[in-house]
């Protein structure tokens, strides 16, 4: 059972070997707060991170490839599920997608757990440094095409890299202007 907590929390969800982690660490201005792992699927468990006694960020296990054995991918499936829809204090959610990949089946089954939620969400397009402006233009345009059907439950796009540190600075203003909108 997940302890309870006052502070508004930020979920970042995604594919297994999205970036995760490194994304995580690169908004947080840390090197280890998030595990990196070149294995994919080693986050098994929800981690929540107290940001200076203001904040949660939430580690959700990732989802898709991972080399563990389907019961174990079923148990996370489950897990992940339960924590978006039945989480009170989740403010957003951040669902992480590979630049380079582009959204796939399983990204669009975690949107439609994020829409039973009603949660607000944004994407977050990962090691976009990876990929030439024409890549990152027909992701964002195929993004932006599939989430009409979502306006209500999404705001932003970002590309990010945190390897350069692009896009992490609007991630953390989102972050900071929804905690100041979420005061009690």
Do not use: W
Request: charged share 25%; glycine share 4%; with cysteine.
């Amino acid at each position: 059972m997940m302890p309870y907590s006052n502070f508004s929390e930020f979920a970042f969800v995604g594919r297994s070997n999205v970036g995760k982690s490194s994304i995580l660490n690169a908004i947080t201005k840390t090197k280890n707060l998030a595990k990196t792992s070149k294995t994919p699927g080693r986050t098994q468990l929800i981690n929540l991170f107290e940001i200076s006694k203001l904040i949660n960020i939430v580690d959700l296990p990732g989802y898709g490839y991972a080399k563990v054995p389907l019961i174990i991918k079923e148990k996370l499936s489950y897990l992940i599920e339960s924590y978006l829809i039945s989480r009170s204090n989740l403010t957003k959610i951040f669902l992480l997608i590979d630049c380079k990949v582009g959204i796939k089946n399983s990204d669009l089954d975690m949107i439609d757990y994020i829409k039973i939620s009603e949660k607000e969400f944004s994407i977050i397009l990962t090691k976009s440094d990876k990929c030439s402006i024409n890549i990152k233009n027909q992701q964002i345009k195929n993004i932006n095409s599939l989430l009409k059907v979502f306006e209500k439950n999404s705001l932003n796009i970002h590309l990010t890299s945190s390897k350069n540190h692009e896009g992490i600075t609007d991630i953390q203003k989102e972050i900071f202007n929804l905690k100041k909108t979420n005061e009690i």
